[in-house]
C-alpha cells in the first residue's frame, strides 16, 4: 500500500507543477483550490491533498481487505476504543467466547463478566502497561458466555492515532491448555517489550505464525533474518505434517468444548505427541517374565548396550544355481511327493511331512505347485525353468541347520499366504499384482535367517546390524538378499521380463510385506489394520453407513483404495509368519519345540560369548515352554487373529488356536515346562 501511495503522490505531485503554470483552477472530489500564481503554495496544498485526503481514501480503500483478513484470521482479535469500548471482534473470537459480535460491540470491557482465576492484580498490572502505550503479552483467564473460564494467551497493543494519542487497543488471543507443569508462573512472566517466544509448546504451531509476523515488523539484523527464515520453515513444515493437522483439528475442538472435554483431549494430544503410537505398554514388566522377554526380545531393536563383543555372522556362502543339485521340474516330481501335495490347499496340510520326503527342501516343490496354481509364471511372463531355478537358489540359502528359521517356515509361511488368498473377502480386495507380491514375499522373507534375533545381531555388533544400523536388520537383509540373488543371474531372473514399471510396483509391494513381518512393529500394523479396515466393514455391516452408496459399493470403496490393500496385505503376511499357534494341536506343538530350541541356542551363545541375554527365560536349564507359548500367543496373537478372522473369516484357524491355548494351559498347570506330558506309565 505504501508503494501505491508514493506513486500516487509523485503523478499528483508531477501534474500539479504543470497545472500551476497554467494557473488552473484544481478539482477534485467536490473541492475547489482557489487559483494561485505561487508554484510553492500550489505544491503545499498537494502535499496536504497527498497526506490527508489521498492517504484517508487509500486507508479506506484497503479496509475491505483488512478486515477480510481480520475475518478470516485464526487468531481471536478484538479492538477497543482508548476508553475500552469494544469496536470489533473477529468470529474466531465469536467461537471462542460463545458470543455473538452484536452483543459485545459497545460494551464498555469492564462491564463484561470477569474470570475470578486471574490474579487479583493482573488487570491492574496490564492497565499499567498499555496506558503507556506499552505492549503487554502474558496468560490471561477470559469468561466465557456461558460462565466458563478459559485461559488465553493475550497480546495487547496500544495503537496510536491522530494526535499521538492512543485511540485503540488491539487484542490478540489464542486459548491455551492447562498444563502445570508446561506454563507453571506463566501469568508472572509479564512480557513488555515485544516477545517472541511466549507460548506453550501446545500452540507453538499456531503461534508461530504471529511470532513470524511480529519479528518482521521488527528490526532487520542478520540474526534476527535468519531466525525469522528458520521459524518461517519450521512453521510450513509443522502445518504440513498430517500429524499437525490432527492436533490442529484437536486443538480448535478444545477451543469450543466444555472443561471436561477439552481435558480429555489434553490427554489425547499427550498420546499422539508420543512416536510409540502402536504399542501397548507393559504395566509391570516383572509380572510375567516370559512376556516381557518375549516383547523384549522380539521387539526391541538394538535397544540394549552393545557389548562390544564382535559377533562373527556366519556368512553363508550365498549359494548359486552351479551348487545347486539337480534341478527338479513339476514333471519330474517323486510321485510320493506329489501325493503329499494333493492335500496342499487344506490348512491341516502336513508341511513336516513335505520336509522329510523332500529331504528338507519342501519350498522347491510346495513353491512349484503355489506358484503354478496362482498363475505366476504366467503374470511374469516367465518359464517354469526360471522359476524353478529361483526357488532352488532361495531355498538353498535358507539355513537348514536353524530348528525354526529354515525353509520349512518359509514353505509353511507359504501355505497359509496361499490359503489366505483363496478367501472370498481377500480375493475381493486384492488384485493380481498384490497377490504374486505376497507369494514371492512369503517364500524370501526369511532367507540366510542366522537363527538369532536382530536384539542379538544388534548387541553382537554383526556386520548386518553395521550394514543396517540396528534398524530393522534382519528384514532389511532378507528383502536385499532375496533381489540380489534373484536379478543377478538371468537363468534364475524371475523378473527378467517385467515391464520396468511394473517391476518397481512389484518389488516395493514385497519389500514392504517382508518388512511388515518385523515385529517391533506388530501393533502397529495389527492396530492400523483394526482402525482402517475391521472398524469401517463392522460399522457397515450394522448400520449400512454407505454415504448414499450401495452396501456392495461400500465394502469395495474400503477395500480397494491402495492404502487399506498395503494394511490388508501386510496383516496377510504377519498372520501367515506367525500362523504355528493356530495350526492343528500337533503342529502346533512341533513349531513352538522348533521356536524354542533356536531361542535356547542364541541364550546359550550369548552366555558363552558374554552378550546380554536377550531372553533369559529362554534358557534350556529353566525354561517352561508351555508358559512361554501362553504369553506368545497372549500378546501377540489373539487379537491379531481375532482381527484376521473378523475380515477374512477364518473360524478354524481360531478354533485351532483356542485348543492349542488350552493345552498349553492344561501343562502349565500340571506344572510341566516340557512340550508334551510325560508318556503314561
Ligand atoms: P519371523 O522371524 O519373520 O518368522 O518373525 C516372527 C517372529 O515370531 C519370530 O521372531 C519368531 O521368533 C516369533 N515366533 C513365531 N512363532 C513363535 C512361537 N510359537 N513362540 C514364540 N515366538 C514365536
Ligand atoms: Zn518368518
Redesign the pocket.
Known amino acids: 500500500m505504501t508503494s501505491q501511495l508514493l506513486d500516487a503522490s509523485e503523478q499528483i505531485a508531477t501534474g500539479a507543477r504543470s497545472a500551476c503554470h497554467r494557473l488552473l483552477y484544481l478539482y477534485r472530489k467536490h473541492k475547489w483550490y482557489v487559483e494561485n500564481p505561487s508554484v510553492v503554495a500550489c505544491y503545499n496544498e498537494l502535499v496536504q491533498l497527498e497526506f490527508g485526503e489521498v492517504r484517508a481514501r487509500f486507508k479506506l480503500r484497503a479496509s475491505s481487505a483488512i478486515f477480510t483478513a481480520l475475518e478470516q484470521c485464526q487468531e481471536c482479535i478484538e479492538i477497543t476504543s482508548e476508553d475500552n469500548i469494544i469496536q470489533y471482534v473477529n468470529p474466531t473470537f465469536e467461537g471462542m467466547m460463545g458470543y455473538q459480535r452484536e452483543e459485545l460491540i459497545g460494551k464498555e470491557l469492564t462491564q463484561m463478566p470477569k474470570s475470578d482465576k486471574n490474579k487479583a492484580d493482573l488487570p491492574d498490572t496490564i492497565n499499567s502497561y498499555i496506558k503507556k502505550g506499552k505492549e503487554w503479552q502474558g496468560m490471561y483467564y477470559g469468561r466465557k458466555r456461558n460462565g466458563d473460564s478459559i485461559r488465553q494467551n493475550v497480546r495487547i497493543m496500544p495503537v496510536i492515532g491522530q494526535g499521538g494519542k492512543i485511540r485503540h487497543y488491539v487484542s490478540i488471543k489464542t486459548p491455551c491448555n492447562e498444563n502445570k507443569a508446561d506454563t507453571a508462573g506463566f501469568s508472572d512472566r509479564l512480557q513488555v517489550e515485544s516477545q517472541t517466544e511466549i507460548c506453550t509448546s501446545k500452540y507453538k504451531g499456531r503461534r508461530k505464525s504471529s511470532d513470524v509476523r511480529s519479528n518482521t515488523s521488527r528490526g532487520s539484523d542478520g540474526s534476527n533474518q535468519a531466525r525469522r527464515s528458520s521459524i518461517a520453515r519450521i512453521h510450513s513444515m509443522t502445518i504440513e505434517a498430517p500429524i499437525t493437522k490432527v492436533i490442529n483439528i484437536i486443538n480448535v475442538a478444545q477451543e469450543n468444548s466444555s472443561d471436561g472435554v477439552a481435558e480429555a483431549l489434553d490427554r489425547v494430544l499427550e498420546i499422539l505427541r508420543t512416536t510409540e503410537l502402536y504399542s501397548p505398554q507393559l504395566g509391570n514388566k516383572d509380572e510375567d517374565p516370559h512376556t516381557s522377554d518375549?516383547v523384549d526380545g522380539?521387539m526391541s531393536d538394538g535397544l540394549r548396550k552393545l557389548s562390544g563383543n564382535e559377533y562373527v555372522f556366519t556368512k553363508n556362502a550365498q549359494l548359486s544355481l552351479s551348487h545347486l543339485p539337480v534341478s527338479t521340474s513339476l514333471n519330474d516330481i517323486p510321485p510320493r511327493i506329489t501325493e503329499l501335495m494333493e492335500n496342499e490347499q487344506a490348512w491341516d496340510f502336513d508341511i513336516f511331512e513335505l520336509e522329510a520326503a523332500t529331504h528338507k527342501r519342501p519350498l522347491v516343490y510346495l513353491g512349484l505347485k503355489t506358484l503354478s496354481r496362482f498363475g505366476v509364471c504366467e503374470y511374469l511372463n516367465c518359464s517354469e525353468s526360471t522359476f524353478r531355478s529361483w526357488l532352488q537358489v532361495i531355498e538353498a540359502n535358507y539355513h537348514s541347520s536353524n530348528s525354526y528359521?529354515n525353509s520349512t517356515?518359509a514353505a509353511d509361511v507359504l501355505h497359509a499366504t496361499a490359503y489366505f488368498l483363496n478367501k472370498e473377502r481377500i480375493k475381493q480386495s486384492l488384485d493380481r499384482t498384490d497377490e504374486v507380491a505376497a507369494l514371492i514375499a512369503a517364500i524370501i522373507?526369511?532367507v540366510d535367517?542366522p537363527g538369532r534375533?536382530n536384539s542379538f545381531l544388534c548387541n553382537a555388533g554383526s556386520e548386518l546390524a553395521l550394514l543396517y544400523n540396528d534398524t530393522t536388520v534382519l528384514e532389511s537383509h532378507h528383502a536385499a538378499l532375496a533381489f540380489q540373488l534373484t536379478t543377478r543371474n538371468d537363468k534364475c531372473n524371475i523378473f527378467k521380463n517385467m515391464e520396468r514399471n511394473e517391476y518397481r510396483i512389484l518389488r516395493q509391494a514385497i519389500i514392504d510385506m517382508v518388512f511388515a513381518?518385523e515385529?517391533t512393529k506388530h501393533f502397529e500394523h495389527v492396530n492400523k489394520f483394526v482402525n482402517s479396515i475391521n472398524k469401517p466393514l463392522a460399522g457397515l455391516e450394522e448400520n449400512g453407513i454407505g454415504g448414499g452408496r450401495s452396501n456392495e459399493d461400500s465394502f469395495s470403496f474400503i477395500l480397494s483404495s491402495t492404502d487399506n490393500r498395503t494394511l490388508i496385505k501386510r496383516m496377510l503376511i504377519k498372520c501367515a509368519?506367525?500362523s504355528?499357534?493356530c495350526r492343528p494341536l500337533q503342529f502346533c506343538i512341533e513349531?513352538?519345540g522348533r521356536?524354542s530350541e533356536e531361542y535356547f541356542a542364541q541364550t546359550d551363545e550369548e552366555k558363552q560369548k558374554g552378550l546380554p541375554v536377550v531372553m533369559p527365560v529362554f534358557d534350556r536349564k529353566t525354561c517352561s515352554i508351555p508358559k512361554?507359548?501362553i504369553s506368545?500367543i497372549d500378546y501377540f496373537i489373539t487379537d491379531m487373529f481375532d482381527a484376521w478372522d473378523a475380515f477374512a473369516d477364518l473360524p478354524n484357524l481360531v478354533q485351532h488356536l483356542g485348543t492349542n491355548f488350552k493345552y498349553w494351559k492344561y501343562l502349565d498347570e500340571q506344572n510341566l515346562s516340557s512340550l508334551r506330558p510325560p508318556p503314561e506309565q
Request: zero cysteines; charged letters at 10%; aromatic letters at 10%.
Open positions: 518375549l522380539l528359521h517356515h522373507h526369511d535367517h534375533t513381518t515385529m509368519d506367525v504355528n499357534p513349531w513352538a521356536i512361554s507359548q506368545f
